[in-house]
């Protein structure tokens, strides 16, 4: 069965740093793209970046290009965003998700992170 | 910036069939745009439906299927139940690996 956990949320000051975790298991992680979506609180999912299985191509949406860095360790079967610069709007949800035959499969739980003073 | 497009809310009735569309807010919408369809209830993970415009995911019932219809992605849901009630995303791909979703639209069945 397919697992995927999300971990490192929580609240952090503007301009702060948080590093997100997803802990892969149940599949060949190293042969799947993965994905980063987001979702702010009671609004809808935005993509936010996506990596391939060698981790030798990154794409990112505009707002966060610059500030967050997505990256892998297949060793340890784990997916990584580095937040950096964070701000207000970048409160919401974090979901990891496998990226495969262009389809987001499988899901995790998501992770808060929220952006206050 | 484009913008994908989807109608804000819909509502279908028990049995009822009901077509939910997915927009540009510049050009139409292609197989090329690798439509997806995701379903998600509150405090739940999204749930692929379908990708690539009409491949239907592992498990979902054949109620539910794609189609482009016109310049739009469509999902088309046959037979609506009362557990089809939820918030419904698509997304497209835009090129150079980058996706974007629309707003979703909030399904009432009643």
């Known amino acids: 069965e397919v697992q995927l956990v999300e971990s490192g949320g929580g609240l952090v000051q503007p301009g702060g740093s948080l590093r997100l975790s997803c802990a892969a298991s149940?599949?060949?992680?190293?042969?799947?793209?993965m994905t980063w979506v987001r979702q702010a609180p009671g609004k809808g999912l935005e993509w936010v970046a996506n990596i391939k299985q060698d981790g030798s191509e990154k794409n990112y949406v505009d707002s966060v290009k610059g500030r967050f860095t997505i990256s892998r360790d297949n060793a340890k079967n784990s997916l990584y965003l580095q937040m950096n610069s964070l701000r207000a709007e970048d409160t919401a949800v974090y979901y990891c998700?496998?990226?495969?035959?262009?389809?987001?499969?499988?899901w995790g739980q998501g992770t808060l992170v929220t952006v206050s003073s | 910036q484009t913008v994908v497009t989807q109608e804000p809310s819909f509502s279908v009735s028990p049995g009822g069939t009901v077509t939910l569309t997915c927009g540009l807010s510049s050009g139409s919408v292609s197989t090329s745009h690798y439509p997806n369809w995701y379903q998600q209830t509150p405090g739940q993970s999204p749930r692929a439906l379908i990708y690539t415009t009409n491949t239907r995911s592992s498990g979902v019932p054949d109620r539910f299927s794609g189609s482009i219809l016109g310049n739009k992605a469509a999902l088309t849901i046959t037979g609506a139940q009362a557990d089809d009630e939820s918030e419904y995303y698509c997304?497209?791909?835009?090129?150079?690996?980058?996706?974007?979703f629309g707003g979703g639209t909030k399904l009432t069945v009643l």
């Open positions: 998700a496998t990226h495969q035959s262009r389809v987001f499969q499988h």
């Open positions: 997304v497209l791909y835009m090129g150079s690996g980058i996706w974007v």
């Open positions: 149940g599949f060949t992680f190293s042969t799947y793209w």
